[in-house]
């Protein structure tokens, strides 16, 4: 159901354009609606931007039921920041082939640099609404004491680390050459390393990816689209984002009645991720969507401490470079457990029947390149929290000392977080930051201690 799609304008009531902004400046927003509607973005007159009511910054209210299926806005393709439509398009165009890198991000950050520095850029009104690329708090942005004291277990200040490199090694390697070949466009003084880092946090929290088809080898590009990126984000979202050869449009996905806020989703996110992408959690229980991670090289480590002899911890060396040649594990990767039972399932379960295998089922596999018939096998069965107690024992256990090791990577107990998460006074007294980890840590551990009992 569509419905009458209205162009963007302020209330001429002056009440009613205060409420929209809430002591922002309406000016701002102003020009910034009037941008819009040079552009061709179409809003539902049922919803309105504002920063009053929402969970975040800027965001948008329903101001009259909006029902499934409507129209929330529409955005030509022309509208879209990327490095299609920036006025330095076809100078980025003209060297793509020497902007390639592994990200595939340059090319739009590159864009990103030139048109925020750029006073007259006609993309200003569309900067003016961005929060402030100073107040962005990914944890790339805190120090790394910090981040170890607050997130060692959780995966996230590995992959911040590798971010952080690969940024400095584009930048270096990449974007600064090219700028100096281009000094009449660009000025290393002014665009620094540490503003392209904090472009590529805010390309991270609020660029949107069109889908590729499965034949497609590369990715599509990251794009910024205006006013779908003001939308807050929860796990149970109310709109989605639709592509089309023409247009952009912000679907209610159900109905949304009057005064409930529009939210967006980033996809199905665990807490870690969202904060590592987008520096902000969903308090638990709120992220349907969280996941623990038990560390591949865990479960290769709880392997061979059950090892009772040096011939048996060389079986185990032996099976698990079996597994990696079958491309199953490997030193970087992980099982991912959700709320309701393993996400990795395959991997997994092949990973804990190979390492239980006795030496002579082992050596009948291995003949068999991995294919063993087996009437009791359990390699068809979906490793929920329903049929966890089914594995074999010595899976089982197996699974249960991965989860002990993990557990003992995290800088507090369960225990700990608990007395902080049901303890509102305490809780109050914790910095943002500390908050934030504390919903990252707690969530991971919750979906850990499940997966241990159900392995007792």
Known sequence: MESAAKRLKLSDDAEDKQSLVDGDSIETLSEFLEWCERMGLKLNAKVCITTKGTVANYGMIARETVEAGETVFSIPRSALLSQYTTSISSLVKKNQASLKSDSGWVPLLLSLLYEYTKGDSCWQPYFSLWPDLGSTDHPMFWSKDDRVRL???TGVPEVVEKDLANIHLEYSSIVLPFMRLHPNIFDPKIHTLELYKKLVAFVMAYSFQESTDEDDEQPNTPVMVPVADM??????????LEFSSMCLRMVATQCITGGQEVFNT????ANWQLLHMYGFVEPYPGNINDTADIQMMTVHEAALQGAKSEQEHQLVLEKWDFLCQLELVNEGGAFVIGLQGVLTEEELLATLKVLCMSSEEFREHKKNDGWLEDADDKDD???SNETIRELHESW?????NSIVLTQQAYISDLAADQCLIDDPVAYSKLSHREQ??????????KILQQLLQLTS
Not at 396 to 400: C, F, R, V
Not at 436 to 445: I, T
């Open 231 to 240: 939308l807050n984000h929860v796990s149970k979202h109310n709109v989605q």
């Open 436 to 445: 934030q980890a504390l919903q990252v840590r707690y969530g991971q551990k």
């Open 381 to 383: 069965m979906l490793l």
């Open 151 to 153: 997130l060692q277990g």
């Open 266 to 269: 980033y996809g199905q996110m």
């Open 396 to 400: 089982k256990k197996l699974l249960h």
